[in-house]
């Protein structure tokens, strides 16, 4: 990890995460589906009630990848979590460790918050993610699967 420097993100650096969100949805195959926009990612990351958290990882003077955070919450362990949202690095960047970084970092915020546990989801078809994850100890949460409600069925859930 030599080189490699895990920090805070500030409000200076909103477009430089709004440039790892597009190149992750890019990655993702999802380049249609980012809403994110300055004002907004301003007002959820930096505004007078935050909803998530980045890390940045910088290499020689350079962002090169982030971790988006929030805590989420265990009725059965009775305590909060982390829930890694979106973690990324600049393909150019893979190698260096700064995934491994982000992840270390994460872990050690849960640990000093008291976290139960740290957790993500990762697409079906992701193979080298998968792999790095299960390196570092993950496993995945075979008998859950992710449910959804957002646009239309949202507001129809809303008014139900």
Known sequence: MS??????AVAQDI??????IRALAD?????????????????????PR???EVLIADHDGASVGF?????NFSTFEGRPGLYLEDLFVLPEARGLGAGKAL????????????CARLEWSVL???APSIA?????????????????????????????
């Open 3 to 8: 080189g490699i420097i895990i920090r805070d």
């Open 15 to 20: 477009d430089v995460i709004l440039t790892f």
């Open 27 to 47: 990655y993702e195959r999802l380049a249609h589906a980012v809403k994110a926009d300055r004002d907004t990612l301003a007002r959820y990351l930096f505004g």
């Open 50 to 52: 935050p909803m998530a």
């Open 67 to 71: 971790a988006l955070f929030f805590h």
């Open 103 to 114: 992840l270390a970092r994460l872990a050690g915020l849960a640990i000093e918050r008291d």
């Open 124 to 126: 079906d078809w992701n």
């Open 132 to 160: 790095f994850y299960r390196a570092l100890g993950a496993r995945p949460m075979d008998e859950w699967t992710v449910q959804r409600v957002d646009g239309d069925a949202l507001v129809a859930l809303a008014r139900a």
